[in-house]
């Protein structure tokens, strides 16, 4: 598989030019079906995840990168799969579901698109009716760092120091009756909540610069 062949050597790569770091890695089960959701602040965010991972992650992308030359193959066999950001993609939902009732662990930016770094924002229902819906296990992560390396619209990144940190899984089972639409809004604030946690954990952890 290209991910296992890639992935030690992207690692080296990223830990000599980010200084890239994982703390928390004990909260990602070993086997399993589990969601992890982080924040978003870089086009680096899904491989700086990946490689801090100690186990193989699939990753959704934007259904255009498919279409493009090589590249779309490339990516397919890194365990991305497509989706489509205009509107609904049930499509993507039930590939999502698929991934997790295989037992895999996939990665998910429930905010969407990028944001600045060290802002977390609202996350989407989508990401929320997945949680509830596939009843997998939900692991927060926080990327610091990476919106400084990459910011959007930079080429080339910058040699900036990134640290990737999980914390304690979380779960929502689904329940019958009416009110999953704000069930879904539920799950996704509560992840987003978490990630925020981590977000402010890791600013008390990292000593100030000096200017």
């Known amino acids: 598989m290209l991910y296992a062949l890639l992935k030690p050597l992207v690692a080296v790569l990223m830990r000599l030019y980010f200084r890239l770091e994982g703390r928390g890695m004990e909260h ?16 680096l965010d899904p491989p700086l995840v990946g490689c801090v991972a100690r186990r193989p992650l699939c990753f959704l ?14 990516i ?6 497509p989706v489509r950001r205009e509107g609904s993609d049930p499509g993507a939902l039930k590939s999502a579901l698929r991934l997790l009732e295989e037992g895999r662990a996939l990665l998910l930016f429930p905010e ?7 802002t977390v924002r609202a996350g989407k229902p ?14 927060p992560a926080y990327i610091s760092g ?6 959007r619209g930079r080429v080339f990144p910058r040699p900036r120091k990134v640290r990737v940190t999980f914390g304690p899984a979380l779960r929502f ?7 999953r639409k704000e069930r879904y809004r539920e799950a996704a604030r509560a992840m987003m909540g978490a990630i925020a946690q981590l977000r402010d954990r890791t600013a008390e952890a990292t000593p ?4």
């Open 28 to 43: 990602l089960p070993a086997a399993g079906a589990v969601l992890v959701v982080a924040n978003h602040s870089s086009l």
């Open 61 to 74: 992308a934007k259904a255009e990168l498919f279409e493009v030359p090589v590249l779309g193959r490339l």
């Open 76 to 81: 397919r066999a890194l365990n991305t799969h």
């Open 112 to 118: 969407g698109t990028r944001g600045e770094e060290g």
């Open 126 to 139: 989508g990401a929320g009716m997945l949680a509830v819906m596939s009843g997998a296990p939900v692991v």
């Open 146 to 151: 990476s919106g400084r390396a990459m910011p």
């Open 173 to 179: 089972p689904a329940e019958a009756g009416e009110g």
């Open 208 to 211: 100030a610069r000096v200017a």
